[in-house]
């Protein structure tokens, strides 16, 4: 099997968790935090919300383009309903981290999540060596928030087109699925309303990361 021509892979840091748990926020703030990490880009098949650029935020499709690059086999997961839209990952992003050499930072949804906690994931997807490699520069947190903040952050991120029954279904599976397998995820985040500042310094903690000039 040949190997993946790569000397040094970057760092990547997974972030899951609960619908409103504030994955995007923390997405953000280390982001903008550290400017040495690079986006893994999802695809999502709803329109950019304000502030919201295409080929950084997400790349912004068509449901009906989203389900051919699909079937094309371009994608490392099936499409993932997250509310009123869903989204998916190209597994050309991931020549970031084995290839150029960057360190990224990926947002997925807990069933995921499991199988990247567990190793699974990228000898699924990757060759042997890319695998291994994927492994051990991967990080995964999990974050939770207490039910209320969860539900006035979902409302404040949707506005008008907020619907709690969007939610009902896929909070019972993500949150049967963390408690079936919690105990693969070694950093679970209560990031509680009025403390990010706190959930980002731990976050810190745990990665290790640094901006360039540290």
């Known amino acids: 099997m040949k190997k993946a021509s790569v000397k040094k892979p970057g760092k990547l ?31 999502t098949d709803r329109p950019p919300r304000e502030g919201e650029i295409n080929g950084i935020h997400h790349h912004f499709v068509s449901p009906e383009i989203l389900d051919e690059i699909h079937r094309r086999g371009e994608l490392i997961e099936d499409p993932v309903v997250t ?31 499991v199988k990247v906690a567990k190793g699974e994931f990228f000898s ?27 539900a006035k952050r979902r409302k404040l991120r949707d506005g008008e087109k907020y619907n709690p029954d969007d939610y009902k279904e896929r909070e019972a599976h993500e949150l049967a699925i963390f408690h079936e397998h919690k105990q693969v995820f070694k950093h679970v985040i209560e990031n509680k309303e009025g403390k990010f500042t706190e959930t980002v310094s731990r976050v810190i903690e745990i990665t290790g990361i640094k901006t360039q000039n540290q």
Do not use: M
Not at 129 to 140: A, R, Y
């Open 13 to 43: 840091i997974v972030i899951s968790g609960l619908p409103g748990a504030g994955k995007d926020a923390l997405f953000q703030e280390l982001i903008s935090r550290f400017p040495n990490f690079k986006r893994i880009v999802t695809y």
């Open 83 to 113: 509310g009123p839209s869903r989204k998916a990952t190209p597994k050309s992003e991931f020549n970031k981290v084995l290839h150029d050499g960057h360190s990224c930072i990926w947002r997925i949804d807990p069933s995921l999540a």
């Open 124 to 150: 699924e997807k990757f060759s042997a060596n890319e695998s291994i490699l994927l492994q051990e520069s991967t990080t995964v947190l999990f974050l939770t928030a207490p039910s209320k903040d969860l």
